[in-house]
């Protein structure tokens, strides 16, 4: 293999790479909002993609079930700051749109922003403890005898093993709100979701 293949092979793992990066974040930025699920890539929408001259890894597109399902088309940086490529991710969310898909355009560094997308890693991760009906009552009665309080504060109502990320978990229900725009810290406001 040439140094030049080599090269070219480097690039295409590291491009691969970023894009299963940002289907985790996606993911992760999804899972958190507590009112969607992430639902997978789009067939359709990425064979449209190459045939606008986009390889497999130069965008993420994944499909999102809010009350209906949206395409999200995440363009990296590298293709959003080239007005070419810019305008080809512009005429894929048209004729995404004209063949029935809700898509949007989301630029990387949206999907990337912080302290939203570290907020997101950490509530997506406690997406997967596990509580019980009385653990969850008790976290709510607390907030709805209290009103918005701390996490910390309601955490420590709670008699389980991960109690912070038990009222994390009622986040990614969408059953409580914390402000996913600051970093979370234990003095983050909790309140019940509206």
């Keep these: 293999m040439s140094k030049q293949q080599s090269n070219q092979s ?8 970023r894009n299963r990066k940002l289907h985790a974040h996606i993911r992760d930025v999804v899972v958190a909002s507590g009112c969607a699920t992430y639902v997978g890539g789009n067939a359709p929408v990425e064979e449209m993609a190459a045939e606008l001259g ?10 999102v079930r809010t009350r209906k399902i949206v395409t999200l088309i995440v363009v990296p940086h590298g293709k959003w700051s080239d007005p070419l490529w810019r305008c080809k991710a512009i005429e894929l969310r048209r004729r995404a749109r004209k063949a029935g898909h809700r898509a949007v355009l989301v630029p990387q560094f949206v999907a990337e922003r912080e302290p939203r997308l570290t907020n997101s890693k950490l509530v997506a991760r ?4 596990r509580m019980d009906a009385t653990t969850s009552m008790i976290a709510i009665s607390h907030l709805l005898d209290n009103g918005a ?7 420590a109502q709670l008699r389980h093993r991960d109690p912070f990320g038990a009222v994390l978990n009622l986040v990614t229900m969408g059953l409580v709100n914390i402000d996913m725009a600051r970093p979370i810290t234990p003095h983050s406001t909790v309140d019940l979701a509206n």
């Design 126 to 129: 406690a997406a997967g403890v």
């Design 54 to 63: 986009f390889a497999a890894h130069d965008l993420a597109i994944a499909d």
């Design 149 to 155: 309080c701390g996490l910390a504060e309601v955490a």
């Design 10 to 17: 480097c690039r295409q793992y590291r491009l691969m790479k």
